[in-house]
């Protein structure tokens, strides 16, 4: 028997027996479409969520393409090779354990880039795309800066700093300088995301590792180590905001795979932010912004929380919803 019908034969019969024996798949049958269709029942048998999304990712990056729908008819409608059925079955079993479809295909799409997925770095979500949005629209500062200065906490993959960098339109100026700043741990797979996207890291990027700045077990590391970039015109953050209690309600894409460092707020959900409010003032210059997002619950919880610390010398200029009507983000300016 072929190689490919024998290799087929043994993927299906062993997961699902019955649906073999009702389509009578043959060597000549294993096209793109019939490899999805098959997936997606394994996954949906699995209760595996979003199961036909799923199964059109993983079949659509065996072949090469981006989507489903921009596979060639030419490739449609014809075989797959030996090589990309071991692929999709090696990528459908690791679907089977529940990892992210972003960490299987090591990529994933924001807003008009695509970053590079390895685990630990944190998966960015539909909702930060918003954040991008929120920063651009109100950063009125930032955007009228000659030479502006933002401050990323917590990049993951770097895709707020580049969506944003890739927008201000300081970026075609002659003689404009952007300087980010990350507050995290260097991840590789976040430094060529930098430089898939054309910035040089030792000019465009400046890393800044202040491992001890929000841990509660450990003295901070003191602000004045990022003075020598200046004053900042705006600091940006989709921080670490779950509430303790919350964490094991998360689906096993989320809890088994993803950094909990990236997850896990503290009992309200609110250790990093509030590391990043008392750490603001001493950084930000006068009339600088502050965009966080954030739990829905957390809105409130900072203004009760900014009424009882007026020290920080922050003020709540407006929360947003997503694009789901829950109140997502935060945007706070020094007094």
């Known amino acids: ?111 008009d880039m695509t970053l590079l997925m390895r685990p630990p770095v944190f998966i960015p979500r539909p909702e930060t795309e918003e954040l991008v949005g929120l920063v651009l629209a109100d950063g009125h500062n930032l955007l009228s800066s000659w030479e502006p200065r933002i401050l990323e906490v917590g990049c993951g993959s770097g895709a707020v700093s580049l969506a944003l960098l890739q927008r201000l339109p300081q970026r075609s100026a002659p003689r404009g300088t952007l300087r980010v700043c990350h507050l995290s741990l260097r991840v590789s797979s976040r430094i060529e995301n930098f430089l898939n996207c054309g910035f040089n890291c030792s000019s465009d990027i400046y890393q800044v590792f202040l491992f001890c700045l929000f841990n509660p077990s450990h003295p ?84 009760q929380w900014l009424t009882r610390n007026p020290s920080v010398q922050l003020r709540l200029i407006s929360t947003v919803r997503d694009f789901c009507k829950k109140q997502r983000f935060v945007h706070l300016r020094r007094s």
Not at 17 to 33: A, E, I, S
């Open 1 to 111: 028997m072929h190689k490919t019908s024998i290799m087929l034969r043994r993927l299906l019969v062993n997961v699902t027996p019955f649906w073999v024996h009702q389509r009578g798949l043959r060597t000549r049958d294993m096209t793109p479409g019939l490899l999805v269709s098959h997936w997606q029942k394994v996954f949906q048998d699995h209760q595996i969520p979003d199961a036909q999304d799923s199964s059109e990712i993983l079949v659509s990056h065996a072949l090469g393409a981006k989507t489903f729908r921009l596979i060639p008819p030419a490739l449609s409608q014809r075989p797959v090779s030996d090589h990309q059925l071991q692929r999709i079955e090696r990528m459908g079993q690791q679907r089977l354990q529940r990892v992210p479809v972003q960490y299987i295909i090591e990529e994933w799409d924001f807003l």
């Open 220 to 303: 901070p590391d003191p602000p004045e180590r990022l003075r020598p970039f200046g004053l900042i015109d705006t600091i940006v953050s989709n921080p670490p905001y779950i509430f303790t209690s919350d964490m094991s309600q998360l689906d096993p894409e989320i809890y088994r795979y993803e950094d909990h460092t990236a997850l896990d707020g503290g009992p309200d959900g609110m250790d990093v932010i509030k590391g990043i409010l008392r750490l603001a003032p001493r950084l930000l210059k006068q009339d600088g912004d502050v965009f966080l997002e954030g739990d829905p619950r957390h809105p409130e919880m900072l203004s």
